[in-house]
């Protein structure tokens, strides 16, 4: 196997031979127990072995996986490292801009930006990862990275990690909920077709509306204006003046229909759509969370989360800041730390948090050196070559800090972490076996992570945060 | 005016269109055809006698009306197209109307629509044409859509052309695909004009058809994202250039300084090519009957045979004398009675062995585009179309119909909930059409609709009306599900009404939702 080098130093797998079963009894691998279970035999015990001679080997990160279901907070834009898990409070005004004194953690030696004081209460259920890195400035191509552990480019789109769960974890796997298994509040990234070659079946249910106003109208689900007599009453209607589908019974298309229909209005009219009913909360709940749409988000995928929704994306805009970029942090930062911490203390007090995993980052970090010359007066631009992520729940450490990035937050320094490496040992806490197949049109041979000595880059599993 | 051009329409014919109704037992058959079957009938008839299934009754008028709209234009009849269509009495009525409906505007849009699924005209990930050379692409399309090309010339253009993506738009078929690798170009080849999927070739085929493609080259200009894509004899072959063959097996000349490209398209293009005509008259024939003769029409290969092969021979053989005019395919299978049989299946035991052969028209969820511009054209309701990507964002006139977008990346959540193609292989089986419950719940329930409903323009009269009688629920009949309402449907709906009129306006609300939400709306049938 040949191995290429980055400039860092870290190896990089360019071979077109990635591990096979061959290889695996060649090994002696595959005379485990595992055998008896088809599709998830290979991972484990073969990276094991593997890892000391092959450092980019897929490493099983843990025997039990714990995770039910995963909240990934999106910092659509791409949010700046050093504005919030990262801070550089050495490395001069011209990199650090206006936040110049970080705080202390409940954490020894862990420091978060100034602005996020709840979070610096709660270090010790989340660690944080600041040499995440895949060298990629465009937003769409990052956002595919970040959220696939794929390179951009390969013939086929893969599907986001949000899709692969809903897959593995969704109707297929015996999930019976009437709210779909991948929820993305409030709206699609539309960055790519988050579903890839799954198919749109796969694609994450937006539920519209906004948890921030005083009913949370969910796309669907909440009729404002509409009395549930009425929705009695136009139902019966509708199904007295279904003239076809009487007539087409029995015709796979229209039985479907009927049923989709049935689950519809379980939803409108059953328990089910008050999940969305945020005024069931306690007011001081509420406000710990923050009044804003995305504070009211993090309670909304608690809530989500309680009703066994094993996927929950909350798609948070506003993190492209090429401009007015430390206003924007300011008025930003408050707000993710509130709801944030919220979510963490929330779900650890519901003794939610060992089994939830909560992902936060972007799709990339942003310049660390201020832009501080027109038209930027101020901003930063997108950054792929390091940022930070934070990680909490589901088997994950708290209190943990992986990987460093240099003085000025330019250089990966220490321990890189690529996406796949993130998104496989979330997988192998949710005890979904990387190697699976994922179905395709096609047919094509599609694993749910690149295989041992594809051209993606990888550090290893996060063992370290398990 | 609206209301009044109705009011009287509906007057004019309303006693004629009842009596039509009390003849049949359901609103979408009729006893008997007016035309006389065609040489395309007598095939599938043979087979279907073979397999004694016995086909479908005649659709009636109003499902014809609604199919061919739906299918040749994507787009519902006006009320005055239906009730002049029920008004005419010529036996041959279908035929003309057939006739007009493929000269119109619409039907460049939406035929465009669809060979821009299968040509990936996309601006963005993962195709990354760029918007300048999407709408390009999508402008050449439409004009050899909205001129009849010759589907042989369409396909050569798209094969060897060479130029700048910004002028010479057909190149864009060689950037407009994820792999730009000969073996990656060589599948997209194959699975656009053979209907095959190379991939599953074994790799010394694949190879071979990889060699007419392994002199392209691209490069870049002064402008931005703009590409010459041109023959670069300097590429040389690792093939030795005698033993290329073509998938058919014979054996290809290829010259060392003349384009291979040429050399595949004329191979392609003969009249004796076993592949090229029988992929698209396969195509057409599921674009309008919701099933390949070959199922899927992208995967034809020795061991998926064809359901009919008589039918299938007929009509590429059809396709070849007609020198390729795709419109005059498109002609010979809407006049066939079997296009214009009803979608209620005759022998309700062997049900999926009647579909497989043709034996009823089967029902299918309107594509999303179609179903959007339905909803907006019965509302005079509007749709915001953006693209997330790349900065700055596209953004498109609100009244825009989603069957004239010209790049996959431009958007809107409804479009993509409902399931339209993302373009991203040119695969058929990217357009999902199966409705699923997050759809269902859209349409019954969410603030789109309700909107769309309460500010409607075209239904007002019919929601402020002072009350609601016979003739203002054909008319409302008329509007969405283009067609009159039978007797037992106008005494449920009018007895709602009545029960409901303390509140009128939101009983009459009911009422137009409860049709935009039957299957008779939501589905082809």
Redo the contacts between chains.
Sequence with gaps: MKIDLYTDGTPMMFSDDPMTRRQALKAGLLATAGLLLPGRALVGPLSAANRASDPAAATPTTAQPRAKAVIQIWLWGGSCHIDTFDPKPTAGRDYIGQFEKPIATNVDGIQLNELLPVLAKTADKFSLIRSMTHGNNG???AS?LVQTGRQ??????YPSMGAVVSLFKGYDAGYKG?I?PYVVLT???????EAG?L???F?P??T?GDPGQTRF?V???V????TEA??Q??RD??H??????H??K??P??E??A???K???D??LGDAGKVFDLAQEKDALRERYGRNTFGQSCLMARRLVEKGVPYITINYKGWDTHKQHFQTMRRKLPELDKGLATLLQDLQERGLLGSTIVWCCGEFGRTPKVLWEAPWNGGRNHFGKVFSALVAGGGFKGGQVLGASNATGEEVKDRPVYPCDLIGTMYDLLGIDTNARLPH????DTRVSPPLGDKTASGGRLVELI | MYLIRILVAVMLLFSDSASAVEASPNPYEMPEFTTKPTALDELVWSRLEKLDLKPARPCSDAVFLRRVYLDVIGTLPTVKEATRFYADRSPNKRAALIDQLLARDEYTDYWTMKWCDVLRVKAEFPINLWPNAAQAYHRWIRTAIRDNLPYDQFARALLTSSGSNFRVAPVNFYRAMQNREPTGIAQTVALTFMGQRADKWPAERQEQLAAFFNKIGAKSTQEWKEEIIFFDPSKTNTESLAAVRFPDGSVARLESDADPRIVFADWLVRPENPYFTRAVANRYWCWLLGRGIVHEVDDLRPDNPPANPELLAYLERELRSAKYDLKQLLRLILNSHTYQLSSLPADTEHVELARANFAFYPVRRLDAEVLIDALNEITGGKEQYTSAIPEPFTFIPEDFRSISLPDGSISSPFLEMFGRPPRDTGLESERNNRLTAAQRLHLLNSSQLQRKLEGSTRLEHFLNASTVTRPELAGLYLTILSRYPADAEAEVALAYYQKNKTKSREAALDLAWALINSAEFLYRH
Excluded: M
């Design positions: 937003h769409e191509t595919y951009p480019g390969d013939r086929q789109v009437l779909p709206e699609p990234q539309g960055r790519f077709s070659f198919g749109s079946r694609k249910y937006a519209g109208a796309e669907g689900v009729a404002p204006g509409i009425r929705q009453s136009r209607l509708l007295n003046l279904n003239t076809l589908e007539a087409l029995s015709d298309q229209i479907n229909a049923e989709c229909e689950q519809a209005y939803l409108i049109p096609q047919g094509l």
